[in-house]
């Protein structure tokens, strides 16, 4: 009970390209047979005390962008077809629509 114990708090891995972002961890009311303690909760806690703490997420991995599986193809002959497989970098929060076009119709169309 004198011994201060860790709570770990972790970023969630989400997919999707975040901004610097601040949150609120609190206590909840606590659950105990010690009447002391059974309810207690941040608007209880005595002045000084740490009921709830800030906590900023700084480097989200996660980055908006386009993948391609090939950024130089070649295709060889009249009729002939070469394909590139595209994906999004992150987890978009809304639809994402991608258009292509040749910047030269006579000799290569999408």
């Known amino acids: 009970w004198a011994v ?7 970023a969630v891995d989400d997919d999707i390209d975040n901004e610097v972002t601040t ?3 609190a206590l909840l009311p606590i659950a105990s047979a010690d009447t002391a ?3 207690l909760h941040a608007a209880a ?3 000084g005390s740490v009921c709830a703490v800030e ?3 700084l480097d989200d991995h996660d980055a908006a962008g386009v993948l391609y ?6 295709v ?3 009729d002939a077809v070469a394909n590139v497989a595209v994906r ?3 987890a978009p929060t809304a639809a994402v629509a991608l258009a292509f076009v040749s910047n030269d119709t006579g000799v290569a169309v999408v």
Do not use: K, M
């Not at 201060?4 to 972790?10: G, K, N, Y």
């Not at 599986?69 to 070649?74: Q, T, V």
């Open 37 to 39: 303690y059974d309810g």
């Open 88 to 90: 999004l970098r992150s």
């Open 55 to 57: 906590v900023t997420r």
């Open 45 to 47: 806690c005595i002045a």
């Open 4 to 10: 201060p114990q860790t709570v770990r708090v972790a």
């Open 69 to 74: 599986s090939h950024l130089d193809i070649h």
């Open 23 to 25: 949150v609120r961890v």
């Open 76 to 78: 060889h002959g009249f």
